[in-house]
């Protein structure tokens, strides 16, 4: 089988939700002809799988080989941020930057970092620097939002969200962002709203469970709590959300 046609199915094996088959695919494309695309995605996939320090591996290996490959440092950023280690994240996009200053995708992730670090006006240099260069950066408008709502502008937040929604119908995240935002505003039945849109997008989406969660224990609909915040603690892996699941256990615990 052919690089190509080993690396398209391992991608849509990953759109489809099946790891094992996208990691299978994978390993068989490197064996086949090492690639900066092969590697991305066999580190996807062993991320999908929890497999972590594995994924790290062979993104490093793969700089001692491809040096030049900015994509393996946006990777490793986003690793780093994935584990909560900021200031790492940052120095791996600098470098990507250093490679490739016109990409709007490693300015965005830059923004995330940034405001992840209590930056948020360096964040938001980013964020706009990556609007610049791709006027439907998603993840920059949203980023924006969540800045606007730091400094409790909630009508401009509300309306970079929107705008995030509008560009990309399929993402599940200006959804999220917009249901947290009304939630914040005591408006729970729009908070509702957006967590099931956010979810027919994406039903893997943690997040969305957890604000979901929220909203049906402010109801007294303690049932449908109890299945929101078990699902939550259930998708929610990463290293980062310790505390945030210790806290939804102590609540379940409370309904019980």
Known sequence: MEQHTLIDKAENSLENGDSA???????????????????????????????????????????????????????????????DRGEASLEFYQRALQLEPSDAEVWSSMAAAQLNLDQPDAAEESAVRALELDPEAVLALSLLGDISLLRRQTDAAEDYYEQARDLDPDDPQPYLSLAELYYDCGEADRAETYCQQALQRHAGLAEAYLTLGYVCLDQDRHSEARDAFSQFLRLEKSPAAEALRNEVTAVLDGLK
């Open 21 to 83: 088959a996208a990691l299978d695919y994978a390993e068989q494309s490197l064996a086949l002809e090492d690639s900066v695309d092969a590697r991305l995605l066999l580190a996807e996939a062993l991320l999908e799988r929890g497999s972590l320090e594995s994924a790290w591996r062979r993104l490093e290996e793969g700089l001692e080989i491809f040096p030049e490959a900015y994509e393996l440092f946006l990777a490793l950023g986003d690793l780093e941020f994935e584990r």
